[in-house]
């Protein structure tokens, strides 16, 4: 199967099915001497593991991190880094009505195309658990750049209808309510209309945003690796992400370029904008402002409502979709955001190494 390694130097390949003996990640590039432990890792996976609330999968797992390799004595090593999650609270049997059909909203169909074979048990490699191995491979992402100074902060904007104006954030509640929502307030509104969803058995998605802040100005390219593109592509990477924006996203086409720019001003603490409709990004390269997007995430596809769908025999057949299931995903993909965007700048920063001569001369002076 291709398609399961991303990054360029700083690159990751994840392995594993959903109801297989386990999930895990192999990081390479990553330099040798950081400080990680599995403490770390395990700090982000908890943000991300089920059973947080009533709003998430009732699935117990603990997902436990181990470090199987690239690591000693606590200091990365520069060699692979091995990190495995093993699977402990499978329940295939609730999977045995959908063996022979396509669940709505699903890769069964897309996978059977493909592949003319599927591990149906929980959707194999396109479940949500494959996401362990991007956010234990974020974590050690995460960590490199806070050394860097560069933090990253990801949170829901809005569940359903109920949205957060930017100006009534407030991050530090981002931890304190399990929407993981900037707003304590707006975060009971979510989850009345969440209770809501629930008793009608349906669900409900959201809009995840994700905010970089201390990084510096001029990295990316100018054409097909450009830091957006790139952003973009890793989001969009994310099952159930259908839509990603930076800055003022698709707001930019309703303004005009007198609105739209982003005008330049220059004090004693160097260069900055007055505004940042761009989102940090200028010409596919971070301008030194806080870079910011968007991730839109769909409704969690598994309903318990009577859904039409097909067989493997191309017959019409009314299917419900059994088991534990989340009613909205975007609380535990908070995390799955923030990870990738990590991965993607930590991958850019060092490609951006080796841009110019006089620093690569200044490096080895």
């Known amino acids: 199967m291709a398609g399961s390694t991303y990054g360029t130097l700083f690159q990751i390949t994840t392995w594993g099915e959903s109801h297989g003996a386990g999930i895990g990640v192999v990081i390479d590039g990553c330099p040798a001497g950081l400080p990680i432990s599995e403490a770390d890792i395990q700090e982000y996976l908890d943000r991300r593991k089920p059973g947080q609330s009533k709003f998430t999968t009732q699935r117990k797992e603990v997902d436990k991190i181990e470090i199987l390799s690239g690591v000693f004595e606590g200091r990365t090593t520069g060699t692979p880094i091995s990190l495995l999650v093993r699977n402990q609270d499978q329940k295939s049997r609730d999977y045995s009505n959908i063996m022979n059909s396509y669940r709505p909203g699903h890769a069964d169909y897309t996978f059977d195309s493909k592949y003319g074979i599927r591990d149906y048990r929980g959707g194999g490699r396109s479940s949500g658990r494959e996401t362990i191995g991007r956010v234990a491979a974020g974590a050690v992402a995460c960590k490199l750049l806070k050394q860097l100074g560069i933090e990253i902060t990801a949170y829901t904007k809005s569940i ?206």
């Open 160 to 365: 359903g209808p109920i949205v957060i104006p930017e100006e009534e954030y407030d991050y530090e509640c981002i931890r304190q309510n399990h929407l993981y929502m900037p707003n304590n307030t707006y975060a009971d509104q979510a989850s009345a209309y969440l209770e809501q969803c629930i008793t009608n058995q349906d669900s409900s998605g959201g809009i995840i945003e994700c905010v970089v802040t201390n990084m510096p100005a001029g990295i990316g390219e100018t054409v097909f690796e450009k830091l957006d593109a790139n952003l973009a592509k890793a989001l969009m990477s994310i099952g159930s992400v259908k839509g990603m924006e930076i800055g003022d996203g698709f707001q930019a086409a309703k303004a005009q370029g007198s609105h739209n720019n982003d005008a330049f001003y220059c004090d004693g603490s160097g260069i900055h904008k007055k505004t940042n409709h761009s989102g940090g990004i200028l010409g596919g390269m971070s301008d030194g402002s806080p870079i910011i997007l968007r991730a839109a995430i769909k409704p969690t596809p598994s309903i318990s409502q009577p859904q039409d769908t097909i067989n493997k025999d191309g017959e019409n057949i009314s299917m419900t979709i059994h088991g534990r299931h989340d009613p909205v995903i975007v609380p535990r993909a908070v995390v799955v955001v923030e990870s990738m965007t990590a991965l993607t700048l930590i991958d850019m920063l060092m490609i951006n190494m080796s841009s110019r001569l006089d620093r690569i001369i200044q490096f080895y002076e």
